[in-house]
T-cell receptor, first 113, second 112 residues
């Protein structure tokens, strides 16, 4: 089947610290991989995506590389800010009719000044 | 109009009742998906509509049903509510297959 596993939270970091949130996946085909972010009281916002192996998605200082050999898509940021505090979801999807997203359980990040 | 708007934002229902949640998609977005997000969990796919027809369904019973209208609005209906239906329900719309999705802020449903 298809599934996504994320590292357990919550994660608490000091401002300007390095962030890594691990994500691994199981898929029956060749999915696209995504990171979504959810701020309190809001819906999901697409943070970045990668559609094939070795692609690197990046946005707002966040990066993730699609690693087919390790079935991983770890999220990284070199220097986090207080405004990055949110819940981060790793997800996969296939590009076919009726496609759906398979989400991980989410990782809560709190950045303290 | 931009963005995806869901209503109501919060709702409390009694077990056994029926509920209708509404979503107004971005103009031109002919694909809409609904997700259920239980507390502390990731969203789970309920179903997807494309041009007013259901074209994908997750592992949810038939008492979860939907409609999509020509004006890109949609509804999620849940009959015979159970306590476990308490969750945040998210609507997401897209221009079509392969495009990115825009999520609404969700409806928080509490079943008591």
């Amino acid at each position: 089947g298809n599934s996504v596993t994320q590292m357990e939270g919550p994660v608490t970091l000091s401002e300007e610290a390095f962030l890594t949130i691990n994500c691994t996946y199981t898929a029956t085909g060749y999915p696209s991989l995504f990171w979504y972010v959810q701020y309190p009281g809001e819906g999901l916002q697409l943070l970045l995506k990668a559609t094939k192996a070795d692609d690197k998605g990046s946005n707002k200082g966040f990066e993730a590389t699609y690693r087919k050999e390790t079935t991983s898509f770890h999220l990284e940021k070199g220097s986090v800010q207080v405004s990055d505090s949110a819940v981060y979801f790793c997800a996969l999807s296939f590009d076919y009719t009726g496609n759906q997203f398979y989400f991980g359980t989410g990782t809560s990040l709190t950045v303290i000044p | 109009e931009t963005g995806v708007t869901q209503s109501p934002t919060h709702l409390i229902k009694t077990r056994g009742q029926q509920v209708t949640l509404r979503c107004s998609s971005q103009s031109g977005h002919n694909t809409v998906s609904w997700y259920q997000q239980a507390l502390g969990q990731g969203p789970q796919f309920i179903f997807q509509y494309y041009r007013e027809e259901e074209n994908g369904r997750g592992n949810f019973p038939p008492r979860f049903s939907g409609l999509q209208f020509p004006n890109y609005s949609s509804e999620l209906n849940v009959n015979a509510l159970e306590l476990d239906d308490s969750a945040l329900y998210l609507c997401a719309s897209s221009l079509g297959q392969g495009d990115g999705y825009t999520f609404g802020s969700g409806t928080r449903l509490t079943v008591v």
